[in-house]
């Protein structure tokens, strides 16, 4: 599989609709993209329509595989026709979080090096602390990816988790189209 399509699956991770947070602000997170550029998570991204796909283990990549073509499709693709409807922003955040954080600089340098030029803005990692994140954006299940619209203002207006389902992918784009 192309790297490229790998990589804009993992930026994309959603499916079955859950309660997170609806109608309340992402919390905040500080997270590094891909080329060292600090991003502050919702305020750096107000504005847009944001996309954000969590992981924090290795165990939801299959799930994620699910989302590669559709989501590169549908929102990145600069030469598909229905990318341009779209302009929001897409950030997955790869939490380090725990035990796991004794590898982020091998993982980080792995995934650096793994990933297009082009998509090292949207990769983001987070290290530190997962409880609070975990609590109050309801990521119950380490093996799920977890997915996150927010509207303009960084408030969550939908959620999912899991694989890949075009009902889903459909609703996101009704959400976010301009």
């Not at 399509?5 to 994309?12: E, M, R």
């Not at 779209?86 to 796991?100: E, R, S």
């Not at 980080?108 to 602390?129: P, W």
Request: hydrophobic share 40%; aromatic share 10%.
């Amino acid at each position: 599989m192309n790297k490229k399509i790998k990589i804009a699956l993992l930026l994309l991770l959603p499916v079955f609709s859950i309660q997170a947070q609806m109608g309340k602000p992402f919390p905040s997170i500080e997270v590094f993209d891909l080329n060292e550029e600090a991003i502050s998570i919702p305020e750096d991204t107000k504005g847009k329509f944001t996309l954000i796909g969590v992981a924090f283990s290795e165990a939801a990549q299959e799930d994620l595989y699910s989302w590669s073509q559709p989501v590169f499709s549908e929102f990145m693709d600069e030469n598909n026709m229905s990318s341009l409807v779209y302009d929001p922003n897409v950030h997955l955040i790869l939490m380090f979080t725990g035990a796991n954080q004794l590898a982020f600089n091998k993982a980080k340098e792995q995934i650096t090096e793994g990933t297009d030029e082009s998509l090292k803005d949207n990769v983001v990692l987070y290290k530190g602390k997962m409880e609070d994140y975990r609590k109050s954006l309801k990521m119950k299940d380490r093996k799920l990816p977890y997915f996150f619209v927010l509207d303009k203002n960084g408030k969550v207006i939908y959620t999912a988790e899991g694989r890949y389902s075009q009902k889903v992918l459909r609703e996101v784009g009704n959400l976010i189209e301009d």
